[in-house]
Structures are given as structure tokens and as C-alpha cells.
């Protein structure tokens, strides 16, 4: 049922009661109609009432006697047409008298925020009855109760709650209460949901948790909303795979404490149930192997931001410890939307979105020299003026001529074959790279309904996207539909349901990577200045369609366009993330809940390779199913009582049951017998099938107790003990406990006036880690498809879990009615018993033994400042600054170790794990200096030979990060934004090393007209020093200064700033969309990424690459250009 | 609440509890991987070690060799280069690597084919073990051989092994190998892609004949590389024994026999550099001159196999470049002659050991007075002719008598053990390491010296240890670096002193 209101306005009544003016009647009776348009004229009330009180004034009301006040009238009323009223400061609410409910009378009033303007969508609860109801658009509410003493509750997102204690309802009347919400910067008793879906009162927790609100993540969208977090948590770090329409994201909270950096991410968990961030590579690592990554996502990836409600980031193991072992690098807790109960029916919401795509940042190309190794002339092909100088010659080097407009035999875009017959002028394509990218369109449009009755409530949300990204034909479709449910069966029992279902399909994936059927390899080698992308489009030799490519100019990568319309890597996909839950209260004291969720998906992907390309030459056809499993069920009784009032506790048991399955089967037809036909069965030899199965089961039991006293001291206490498969028989159970306690300063002294709220809190967990499946015997590994081989690792039939132990402490002080906030956080987290692979010699037969062994220490500091500088009626800011800084370093290895190589990019960059040193310092060779540090330059002029000795160039992992979120409501609008950045961090740009070496940057410039002297010193026989003298040409200086071995040239600092997230709001003032019969009506626009401030030289700092299925910061593998986004986005309430 | 909760709080508890423990039994069973099997016949380990083993030799001639032996030069060269006589320690670590790794499955086969009973894949086991190891030992000296590939057994840090205690340990295993191959015997349990042994023919296993005449014709090499040992090792009556009974003792007589991996060009088995980009595999090298010019000279069919032509003045020849050139040189791309594209596909490109070799082999023996059966003339040129055949090329009429390849049968035993080298070494085109090894046994043939070679550096005589040893294994390696009395390439290895 659709309410419509209908305000019928008249003129202000300025006697203080209306309901005490005198009213004249002449008639004997009149219709309900007429009555009331005699209280609006004789008392000058405001009236109104909804459509089910219209359907009653047609109803006659006896008029009793000629001269009565409006409240006898309103009395007759009530009694003749089932119609009453609340008054709310001398305006009349109309309502029906409910049949069935003539006892219970009526809590009504109207709701405002500080300003005095009627606030929506508030919710309204009578806490003794579990009977909720939401404001209207006008702020009005309404709830019956028998008569009695009640305590309401109202709340709203970034408004304080209220508590208004002891409401009287006197039988037959209704009891007005206006409610004036006060807003907060941080609302004092915030209900976080904490491990194991468990709703508590943020100041009772002892240790950091942080909500993140639905608008923080549908008010700048991307297709990952994972991106969406970055700079709103303190503590919070994402890098990205810069690797296609999802980008895949790492989330880590508070730096990296196990040496297996797929360990350190965060765990993430919608609506109880843990959802699995496993990433099902194809491909290969991303530096030139047979096959590079496609970037299909994960089932984290695929959660739709329009059905998350909220996410809880909890950082530390203190706060995940009822986790266990999967939790160790902290967990996002996410809340997707469930029915809202709405006493007036159904609430239906419409989100659309549109946005389009750029790209944030280039490299620093250069556009005044074209191909070649030479800048004596230019020709393509051998010609009068020389033999060739491009294509092969210059193998996508720009070292060629400048462009001054002179004349050479170029290609010929007109001729079959390219040559030319004629010299053309030399001018430069300045879009020879952009032009190539599209505008990225995405279109979101989401409707969901939602409603609900004292009994129960319901929402079902439908949200379909559409992606065209940067790169033609390329995108994503994703469909997405949440349906929640919740029904009280009884008094005692309450069950409820959420599940949500995904298809996500895409017609083409890019391929990801350095290597030569990947588009970001191509924009680096396949093309140089002078070069129209265009010229690359017709990509196959006339008459070789499906044959025979074409390749113009480099001959090493392939043709982009074949590549973009050619090589498809597809994907469908279907899952279902859900979960069913039943609640039984025994008595008030006593609970018993039940839940079993899953994480379900079952994707087919495939890659078509053509013909002549060059990894490939008689092209390929790969098919996967991937099917993944994930069960949880969980039993938890809990039991709340008080020995006092002061002293009230509770204690809570219960066990969960996990198992995943994971089914990969996967087929490839690597060389095809017919061209241009991809299907398994024209495989030329026989297919090959590649399976891969596993599967793994935790059992745990966990028991919580929570003791407070006098509301102001919190205690505490969990232990879960797990049971995990993976691990040796006797050494697979292993218990873990955490302590945390809260103290409110506030409310246990007497603080001076500013503080309006004063927390400390402590904590210390211990959080164990098992290890992937099949470590612990001897299995011999596949290989070839059909033969196998020795294992490289030598198996560990004694494995132990890892074993993370942190303390945590924390100080919340609020200001000023809480107008001015902070929130400090320190930490200190010991991680040992590392499950490590550690090297060994290979002619030991092993190249590597699993043991448990290491220790990583990671320490930390947090801090979030909220402020509320101005609140007046006509303009509000409020603002957050959150900085983090985290520190982890290697304490220990495995005896005799000292070094651990964690990940590697060939020989030329590597990340290690070094005893004293810190997680993520990059190795690699630079430059031999002399003692005072100049560079040594060999007699040839180019740098003399690099330093063979390994040292550090950079880390892989910021030194401090920071947020500035902005916020200001003026009237009806409202604006934000949000500015984040880092301070160091480094990153290995593969991209800019490839620009350098072929002349396609700025930075090649100089020395391009008579050469270079490089600026250092030449070795003597005597062994002094000389300053270098020889001159080299530009391109051959430039090729070895930047080449790929010399870490020290190829890192770069990664710290940026970036306009992250701008957004202009205007919602329709509430008598408008009234008229409109709507409840709410928001335009927006928003724009993300706008700005970036950096020196890294390539597209992005925040940068990873992917390899197969894991993602490894520090290492920027050519990487697509990160998206600009400007977006519309509407949102109609019904 | 009128209903007593404790019982039912107690049962629940129980059950849980009860559950928990019950499925933490089968956690064993759920964590056997159903992938990867725990035990394995020889069968499904033999083919993929023998292409393992084989795409790391030839890649070791392409890499290693062939810079170093003047086969090609690279393009542009601003430090270092092997073609300038610096043998970094990292220069054949993935041949250390590659090979120990093998040597693991190898050293398994062995055992598995015991238990079984499977004499043929023992023999086979042996073969490749003292290919691998004779590879290894002669290209680095000194190495762990004793104690290696026995990590399953507690041994993480292997002791050295001196050569001159190796080498009569590879003979013997070589001389068990001959007398375990059953030829009445097929492979039980297949997976032999060198010569197919897995089935008989009629009664007889044509392929474990063709394994015997392997295993010998190794043996005839490796007697022969450590000829100047022999007053150590009785060199010459064990050369005596094998030519002397050639039932017992077969060796090639025939390029059927070579011993070649023949890529079948099918999943997984493809020829190694079947899809290597153009940049890594035609256009960062070049033939040299001392290559290719004497091909030119002799107009050797093999170049056509073998080299790109590049168009010169109009006309398409085959070009080569200088090795060991000054830094400042650099080769403009495809201007000269490289690998031939016919290369990345030829499925007989996976040579461990050809019957060109033995002829060659028993050419020196036979000037040395060795009863072959034949002249050191006639071996020379059945060497030329069947490297012709290897690959596929027809001996062109009136080869043998050109000036500079008729064999000079009356010029100084020096001159024609020089002749004859130079052909091994065109020979040993793509056959891992031997023309280093042969060069450095006899000197031949005569490399010249380019003029970007900077006097202090010498012709290697060994590589270097991998640097990562100094990290894992840095006792046996100190100790092996001082019984070796260094760890240059001046360094020689024992058969060389």
C-alpha cells in the first residue's frame, strides 16, 4: 500500500491550545469532512491526515452540543467515525482508531533534528515491546501500546540515539512525544556488530572498531567496492591489481605479520557467514610466462554495494580472536540491508547510477621524437634515403628523428602491405596512446522494497550493472538480487534469512601483465609517436582473416586489436552467499541461536587465442569450471543476567562447523586444429584436463563472557579452540583467548566541563593460523598433465599453527558536546611459529622445507579525529581525519636462516624477509659507487657493471597513511569529500622501466641531440678515480641506465595524495516531493579519483600485480591506467 | 520460566562436543590430497624427466656454449659477455638447479624400479644419472654426488664429491646399466620417449638395444674426456673391452641410434622454443664469422637448417658477426644471420648424443691406435655424413674431398686430430656442453681471440659455483673450493691437468 499524505494547510493557530478553542455548530450532524473543515476555520488549526482517515469522513459524527472545545469535537470523533488524534504543538495528526488494538492507545509525536526540520526515516522503538516503526517524511510516527511505562528509543545513522525513559500511555489516550535528535560527529552508543554477528555498545568494547555507513560506500562507486574503504579507516590499506574492469583489491589491516602475505589479509564476513577471498588465477605470474593473469574477481569482489547496510572494520586480533585462526590479519564485517519495519507498508527504493570513466594519470610521454634507434633519418622498409630504421629495426624504440615536419618514406596506411612510395611528412600522433581508450560507462540501477509489520520484516533488492570499461570490448555484467527475511514464529522463537544471489558474466576480460598479448605490453613496445593506433585496426593480413595477424611495426606484440577483439577471455558465474538463522529466547536471560550460512559459486570461464599469435602460433582454447564451497554453522547460547544493578554480565557458548570445497577442472586445447573455432573438441591434440580438488574442515568451540559494572568498567573474556584439518593429527587443536576491557573515564570521575566523554581501553589476544591443505605428507606432483615428478618442498609431518599474540590499547575522548573527537589506538602484535617454506639446497633433493619457525613483530598507531566545526540550521561541516602508521619487522627466521624471499619479479627485484629488517624491504642490484657515492662508470661511458651485492632500494609498505573526509550540509545539499594519501611506500614500476629504456618519456630527453656524458667516474689501473668523459648516444645511455636489472633506477617512492572522492547531494525539499507523493528524492553527483599528486612515473602508486591467484604488492607490473570516474546518482523513495 | 533449561543447555553441549570430536578423527582422511598420488610407477616419472633433462641441455648449448664456443655472439654487449671470457657464477645455475632436480626423480625411479624388479628402468635410472652427473662435473669440477638427492633421508646440506672419485663411479654405474638392460624385456610400465622401449617387437625390445648402445657410446665419451687420468683409471683396456665386443658392448653404428628427444610437437612435449618471441630467440644473437664463414667456405648444407639469410647488395646470404667485440659495437637487428624459425619446431632438436659423435670418437681413437675396426679417415667421414643425415640434409657430391674438409690422413697426428675436432665441433651443434668440454681437452678447435677481450681474461676451463651456495650450503662448499684450489673459470678440473 502506497501512503499518500495529505496535508491540508490552513492558518497558523496562534492561541497556544488549539485543543481548548471553542468551536459553534448549528447543525445537528455533520459528516466527519465538515467537522474537521470547522476546526480548521473556527480554531485555525493545522490538520492532517492520511488516506485511511480520509476513507472514514464520510462517516456522520452526532453533534452533542452547540458550543464545544476542538478536544470534545475531536472526542465525538472518535467515537463516531473511529477517527483520533495526536497533537503535535497545536497541529493535529489524524489517525484510525485500529480495530483489535481499541485498548492500546498511541505513542505519537514527530520527530526533528537540531534545527527544528522534520527528520525522515528514524527509527522509533519501544524497547519493553521490540516495536519499531520509522518516521515519515514529515517526521511523524506513530506506535500503539497497551497503557503502561515505556522506554523509546529513536536512532538514525550519524545522529546520537535517545533514550526517553518512562513514557506513560494512559488507556484511551495518546501520549505525544516529540522527539529532537541530536546529531554526532560520533555517536556515544554506536551499536557495532562485532565477531560472530554479535550487536554490541561501542563503549563497552576494549579494543578498535570502526563502522563504515552504506552512504561511504554507494556515494562514489566503482565496480570493486572494496575501493570504496580506502582512506575512511585508520589502519586500512588496499593496493590494487590495475589489471581490468574489477581490479582486485588486497585489503590488509595493520601491516603484514605472517611471511605469507596471503595470510595478512583481511578476513571479510557478510552477515555472519565468512566469505572466501580466494582469487582462481588463469594464467600465470605476470612477467612473460606461456599465459598471462585475467583478472575475473573473487566473491568478495562480486558483493553489491547497494545491498551493504554497513561494514564494521575490526583491526585486531583482540577483536577477532572469536574468529580463530582465519582471522588473524583482522576481518570486515558486513551488514547487508534488511527490511526496515514500516507500520504505513511498503518503502520502495530506486537507485540509479551512471557514471563514466577516464583515466586518472598518464606517464610523462614524449611527442617530439618518433621510431628508431637513430636520429640520422627515419624509413620504413629500406628506401632511398636508407635501410629500414623501423618495425623490427626498432623493435618500439622512439630514439628515431625529431619531428620538425621533414619528409621520409613512412608507412603507408593505404597499401596492403604498408610500404610507401612516397616521402610524407614526420609529425607526431599525440594520441597514439589515448586515443586507444574508450570512455568507461557504467550503468547501476537498483530497486529493492522493503517492509515489515511488528511480526516481521522484509526486503528484496535487484540491482543489475552494466560496465563498458576503458577498453573496447571489454566489461562486466553483473545481476544482482538480495532477499532478507526475518518472522517472529512465537513469542520465543525468531527466524530469519538472508541470501544473496550474483551472476556475474563478461564477454571479455583484458589480459593482465607484461607480455606480448597483453594491451599495456603493446602501449609500451607494439607502437611509438608517429604511429596512429588506428593503422593497427584492420589486424589481419588481407586474406588470412583468422590466420595470420598483422603487425605493422614491432613484430614482438601482438596486434592490440587482435588482442582486444581476438583473445577472449569469458566468464559466468553464479553464487549465492546466504544464510538462515533461528533465535530462540527461553526467557529474557536465556538465548539460543542457530545459524548455517554458505559461500557458494560456480563459474565457467574460458580463453580463445587465435592463430599466428605469438605465444600461440596455432592459437588455443582453455575451459574451467570452478566451483567453490564454503559452510558455516554456528551454535551459540547465551545467558545475560545481574547480580546487582551495578554488576550485570553475560556469559555465551557455542561451536561452529566449516568446510570448504573447491572443484577446479579445468581443460585446454593449447594448439587447434581449425583456426578461428573455439571449442575443446578442435583440439589438434589430444585435450588436456587439469583438476585440482580440496577441501578442509575447522571445528571449533568458543565460550565469551562479558562483565560490567555500574555501566562504566567492562571486562571481557573469549577462548575458541579450533580443530583444523590441515594440520597433523596431534597437533591440530590449539586454543586461543583474548582479555579486553573498557573503562569509561567519564562516567567513573568528574572530568572537567569540555570532556563530554572519556573511554580507555586494553586489550590482549592470541589468534592461531593453520595452513593450506595437503602439507603434511609426501605427494608426488603433476606435471605435464599425465606424469609426475618429486615435490620442490619437502613435506612437514609436525606442523604447528601460526600463533599471533597483540596487546592493544586505546583512549576515545569526545569534546565539547562531542563537536571535537579522538580516537587513538596503539598496538603491538608478535607473530611466531611461522608456517615458512624455508630454502634449502636443491642438490638436497628439496628446494625448499616447510617448518614452523620466525617472528614478526608489528607495531602501530592509529588515530581518528572527528570535528563538527559549524552546526548551524543553514550550514554543517563535519569532518574526519584519520592517520595510521604501522611498523613490522622481522625478528626471526628459521636457525641458520637469514634471509626469506617472499616474492620475486625474475631476478630483478625481490621482496625479503631479513632478519633486523623491516616486512616488505625490497632487494635488488643498483649502481657500484665509489666510497663518497658517485656512480662508477665503465670505459664505454654507460655505467660500469651493476653492484653485484643485493640492498635495499625501498619498502614495500608505507610509512604512515591519512584521510581527510569532508562533509557540509547546506540546506538541502549537501557536499563531500575526501582526500587521502600516503607517505612512502615503494613501488617497482616494470612500466616506467620500459618507457625509459625505449625513449618513450620525458625523461629520455635530454642528450638526445649529440649525445650524453654520463656524470660520474671511470676506475684507474691505479685505482683512483677520473670523472667519466665518453659520450653515448641518448638511446644507448638511456637503455642501460633504466634496464630492467637496476632495482635502484626502477623503484620509486609511492607517496601521492589523491581527491579521492567529491560529491554534491541535493535532495527535494519534503513538501515537494509530497506533492510528488514521494518520500524522498536525492540527486547526485560525484566524481572519484579526480586529482593525484605523485612522483611515481606510471599510472598508479597504488599498485600490485597479480600473479596466478595472488596478489603481490610492491611490484607494479604494467598496469592499465586507474579509472577517473564522474558519476549521476539518483535515489527516489516511494 | 517454568521449563527446566540446564538439562537441555547440558545436552546441547554434550552433542556438540561430542560431534566436534568425532569429526576431528576423519581429518586425516579429508586432508589426503586427491590430486597428487603418495606412490608412483616409474612409468609416469620417466617422460617427463627425460624432457626435463634434455630442454635444459640444449638450452645450456644455446645459452652457455655457443656464445662461448663462437657458435653466435650477441647482438650488442655493453659489459661482461660470455663471448669475452667472463663466466659470471650465476651463468649455468639453472643447469645446476635443473639437473639436481631431475637427478631427484632419477635417484627415485631407481628405487621404485628396485622394489618392482624392473631391471630396464634401473639401467635407464643409471644412464641418465651419469649423463647428467658426467654434464654437471665436467662443467663445475667438484660436486656433491654421494650424499645429494637424499633429503627424504636427513641430508640437507651435502658433502663435495672430488672428480677424480666421481668419474669411476658414473663408468661402473654404466658398466651395471649394460648388463641390467633386458632386450627380451618390455618397459612394464612405459613412458620412454627416447627410444620407445615400452613394447617388444616380436620378442625383441628394439628400443632397450638402442638404450645398450647408448649406454656404451657414453662410456666410450667419458673414457676418452679422461684419457689423460689413465695411469688413475685403466682407461685404455676398458676402451679395449667395449670395442672389442661389440655384442656385449654396442655402440652407434647408425643415426637411427642418436639419442634424441624428437620433440613430437604435441602437449606438453613441444620443442622448447616453439612459441619463444622473435626478440628472445632470433634478434638478440648472431652467427659468427668463424661459424659461418666456413660453412660458406664448404657451402655445408647444415646452414640452410640452422641460419637465417639476410639480403646483402641485393643477394640473400649468410652472414656472420665477430665474437668477443669492443663495448662500443652494436649490431643493428636482423642484418645478419641467426637461428633459423625452422629451429623453434624441429622436433630433433633434443640431442643427448648422437652417432656423428662416436664416429668422431672412435676417429681419434683409431689415430691413436685403438683397434675400431676402421681408419681414423673413414670414421671422419662417416662423423661428416651422419651429422649431414642427423639433420636432414643430404651429403652434396664431392663433399669429402673439398679443400678444407678431405681429411689429411698424412699430416701430423696433431693436424688431423685438429681436422677431425673441428667437425665434432659442427657436430655438436645444440649438444649441451661437449665442444667446451672436447676444447678444453684437446684445444681444438683454435678459436680466434676478439679484440673486445680484455687481456686479464682467460679461456674458462670451469664455471663457477652457483652464489647461492655460500648462503645454504656454505661448509662442504668452502671445503670443496680448497680441495679444488679455487673457484674461477681458470680453474682445471681433474681429467684436465
Redesign the interface.
Known sequence: MVIVLLTVHTLTATAAQVLDQNLHMQASQYTGQQIIEIIKKQANAQVSYDESVNGRLGRTVVVRKKNATVKEVLGWLKADAGVTYNNQSNYLVLTTVQVGNAQDSKITGKVTDETGQPLPGVTVRITELNRATISSADGSFSISAAPGNYTVDASYVSFETQHLPSIKVKAGENTVLNIGMKGATKSLNEVLVTALGIKREEKSLGYSAQNIGSKSIEDAKTNNWVSSLAGKVAGLNIVSTGSGPVSSSRITLRGESSLNLDNNQALIVIDGIPVSNRITGTGYKAHLA?DSPVDFGSDVSDINPDDIEKVTVLKGPAATALYGSRAAGGALIITTKSGQRNDKGLGITYNGNLSFDGVMKWPDYQFEYGEG?TDKYYSYGDSPDG?NTAA??A?GRAFGPKFNGQMYYQYNPNSPDGKPTERTPWVAHKDYISKFFNTGITRTNNISIEGGNENGSGRLSVTHLKNDWLVANTGFERLSVALSANQKISDKLKISGKANYTNKRSDNLPLSGYN?QTIMYFMILGTTPNVDIDWFKPYWQPGQVNIQQRLPFN??PDNVYLQTYEMLNKINKNGVIGNVMANYT??PK?E?MLRSGVDLSNEFRSQQRPYSM????KGSYREQNVFNFESNTD?L?SYKDKVSDKIKFSVS???N?MKQTYNFAGI?A??LAQPGIYQISNS???A?AD???????I???YAFGQLSYHDYAYLDVTGRND????LP?GN??FFYPSVSTSFILSDIFTLPKAVSFAKVRFSWAQVGNDTR??Q???????????????P?T?FNANLKPEITSSFETGLDMRFFQSRLGIDLALYTNNSRNQILAI?????????S?LLNAGLINSRGIELQLTGKPFNNPQFKWNTIVNFSSNRSYVRELAQGI??QVIYNHDTNVSIEARVGGRMGDMYGRGFQRTPDGQIIY???G?P??LDPTLKVFGNAFPDWKAGLQNEFTIKNFRVSFLIDGQKGGSVFSQTSHKLNTLGKTKVTLPGRDGGIVGDGVVIQPDGSYKPNTVNVPAS?YYD?YYKITNAEMNIYDASFIKLREARIDFSLPAKMITKLHLKQVMLGVYGRNLLIITNFPAFDPEAANLNNGTITPGVEITQFPTERTFGLNLTLKL | MKFNIIPKVAAILIVTTALLASCAKNFEDLNTDPNRPKEVTPGVMLGQMQYKFVIRSIDGSRRFTHELMQVTAPRSSVNGGIHRYVITPSSNDFLWTGFYTSLTDVQDMYAIASKLNESNYMAISLIYKSWAYSILTDAFGDLPYSQSTQASGGILKPAFDQQKDIYPQILKDLATANTLLNNTKALTYGGDFLYNANTLTGSTNEGINRWKKFCNSLRLRLLLRISKRSGEVDVNSEINTILADPVKNPVFTATTDDAIFKFPGTFPYFNPYYNARLSDWRQGDYYTKFFINKMNTDEDPRRAVWATQVAVNGANVYQGIDSGYPSSTEYVVDKNSSYSDGLKTLPQLGIMMTYAEVEFIKAELALKGFATGNSPQKHYENGISASMSQWGVALPTGYLQKAGVAYNATASADAQLQQIMLQKYYAFYFVDYQSWFEKRRTGYPVLPRGTGIPDGNQFPFRCPYPVYLQSLNPDNLAKAVTTMGGDNSNVKVWWDK
Open positions: 606461456a634507434r635501410v623490427a629495426a623493435q606480448n613484430p614482438g527461553f526467557n536465556l539460543l605469438t605465444k600461440y602460433p551454535l547460547l557458548g557455542g561451536g562447523l585446454y593449447d594448439q589438434l591434440d589430444q588436456v583438476p585440482n580438488k580440496s577441501e578442509k574442515a571445528h571449533s568451540i580443530w583444523s584439518s590441515t593429527y591440530n587443536s591443505p595437503y603434511t605428507a609426501k605427494y608426488y606432483d603433476r606435471i605435464y598433465s599425465n606424469s609426475f615428478t618429486n620442490t619437502l630454502p634449502l639446497d636443491p642438490i638436497s633433493g628439496y628446494s622445507a637469514t634471509n665503465a670505459s664505454t654507460v660500469a657493471e644507448k642501460e
